[in-house]
């Protein structure tokens, strides 16, 4: 089965209390294939970098089996920048920079070797240019999407046009309750569905994730992960976990959706163990089951009912 994924690819500056990087990978797009890349290649990316972004960069993507035809390079272009600070409980972040650069006038253009895909993640971009990605690839068999609060703010009405070509939109628990007015999650969800997705997945950071269709609710926890250094990108991993199990499976079934949130949840948790990608990009295929096979003893109790 093919995936495509289009998002942000950018240059980062990193602070939390556990450290600071600069000018390393970054991106929507960037976590999204790499994690979805352990379950099917090539990924075909599309996106947009400056003449500036770093050919080891460059090398890395390719190196992990994503097809870069469509990722356009501006020449003269700069890319896209952005950097964040992490609090002490690394929950809340401030933004510290977003220089959108070749970002800014971005254009999704779909290469006619990509028209066919069969699934595609939409990162997190203007849902113009969400929709765009769409119009140019014929029936796609699932479409994932991704927003954050920017766009719930700001293009409210585009959002929901988007939302009715989504199938299955990820989404974090304060937008869900931005997006609907509704603090409850679980009836939030159910609000989400009314709006065109058929699954909403509510991730709650160290929380762990909600899924919520039509029929059913599961909960997946999160990893009890000892040692996070970045959170960045989690999301993100969380998004390409998911659309790349299904993607390889090519199982619509609720029961595969599960465990295609038990596989995002999995990515998300390599993804914070470092800084950037460092962690994400070197997991071997073993350990990533092992880690569903312990999140599925996380979630499993045989204590007795005692009247
Ligand atoms: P997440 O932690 O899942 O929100 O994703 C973090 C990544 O999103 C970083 O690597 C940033 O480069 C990228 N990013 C931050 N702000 C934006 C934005 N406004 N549009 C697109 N990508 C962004």
Not at 133 to 151: A, C, H, S, Y
Not at 237 to 245: C, K, L, Q, T, Y
Request: proline share 4%; net charge negative.
């Amino acid at each position: 089965m093919s995936l495509l994924v289009v998002g942000s690819l950018g240059i980062d500056t990193i602070e939390t209390p556990f450290g600071r990087v600069e000018n390393v990978l970054g991106g929507s797009a960037t976590y999204i294939s790499t994690a979805a890349s352990y379950f099917v290649t090539p990924i075909r990316l599309v996106g947009v970098v400056g003449s500036d972004f770093p050919k080891e960069y460059i090398e890395f993507l390719e190196n992990r089996e994503i097809d870069l035809e469509g990722l356009q390079i501006v020449q003269g272009g700069k890319t896209f920048r952005w950097g964040g600070r992490y609090q002490y409980d690394m929950n809340s972040r401030d933004t510290l920079f977003t220089e959108l650069n070749v970002f800014e006038h971005f254009d999704p253009i779909i290469p006619s070797s990509y028209k066919k895909t069969t699934y595609v993640c939409l990162g997190n971009i203007d849902p113009i240019l969400q929709r765009r990605v769409l119009e140019q690839i014929e029936k796609p068999r699932l479409v994932v999407g991704d927003t954050m609060n920017f766009w719930i703010k700001g293009k409210h009405a585009e959002l929901m046009k988007t939302f009715k070509l989504v199938d299955v939109l990820i989404i974090n628990e304060a937008e869900a309750r931005q997006l609907t007015n509704e603090p409850n999650l679980i009836k939030a969800a159910k609000l989400i569905i009314k709006l065109g997705p058929n699954v909403v997945i509510i991730k709650k950071g160290e929380h762990g994730a909600l899924l919520v269709t039509e029929r059913t609710i599961f909960f997946a926890p999160a990893y009890p992960l000892e040692t996070i250094n970045d959170p960045t990108g989690a999301g993100d991993a969380f998004a390409g976990g998911f659309v790349g199990w299904i993607a390889r499976t090519d199982d619509l079934s609720e029961e595969n959706f599960k465990r295609g949130v038990i596989y995002g949840s999995a990515l998300a948790s390599f993804c914070v163990e470092r800084f950037s990608l460092e962690r994400l990009k070197d997991i071997s295929y073993l350990e990533i089951q092992d880690r569903f096979r312990e999140f599925r003893e996380l979630s499993k109790f045989e204590v007795e009912v005692l009247a």
